[in-house]
Every structure is written in structure tokens, then in C-alpha cells.
């Protein structure tokens, strides 16, 4: 079964593609508002498995544009983590 917040994950980085394929008309600016109605359906979303929480990762990693900053860097650590341990 997927989560809602994989569900949300993938259609906002669908959404994000498609966003920079667009010319700049009003289908570029439909799928920006798909992807922040997605972006803020996973932000509200609680994480209920390492599955979950690596999805979470990967849309600070897209948006977050400073690599240094503490958000980047526990996104990295998580994406890098391996989701076997208990």
C-alpha cells in the first residue's frame, strides 16, 4: 500500500518536471500549483515510516537551494541512511 506522503512526494516532483518543460503560460503556472498543493499535503502529513521520512528528505533536498544549512544536511544523513535498523 502506498502513504500519502509518497503519493504526495511523487506528484509534486511530476509536478516539478513538468513545471520547467511548460512554456511560461498558464500550464506551467497549473502545475506550480500542483506541486505546492502537493508540497503542503506532505509537509502536514506525519511521517509514519523511514519510507516516509526519506520522502520528506528528498523535497527538502529539491527546494532547499544552500547545501550548508542544518535542514540540507539531516536531509542528506537521512537519504543516506539505510532503512533496516531498528
Not at 506528484?11 to 508540497?39: I, M, V
Not at 506525519?46 to 544536511?73: G, H, T, W, Y
Not at 539531516?74 to 539505510?82: F, G, N, S, V, W
Request: aromatic share 4%.
Amino acid at each position: 500500500m502506498t502513504s500519502p506522503i509518497r503519493k504526495a512526494t511523487m506528484a509534486a516532483l511530476g509536478a516539478d518536471r513538468r513545471c520547467w518543460k511548460e512554456p511560461g503560460t498558464t500550464d506551467a503556472q497549473a502545475q506550480s500549483n500542483r506541486f505546492r498543493a502537493a508540497y503542503r499535503k506532505v509537509i502536514q502529513t506525519p511521517a509514519r515510516s523511514f519510507a516516509d521520512l526519506q520522502d520528506k528528505a528528498r523535497l527538502v533536498m529539491l527546494l532547499d537551494p544552500d547545501p550548508n544549512q542544518i535542514e540540507a544536511s539531516l536531509a542528506r544523513d537521512i537519504l543516506a541512511m539505510k532503512g533496516g535498523a531498528k
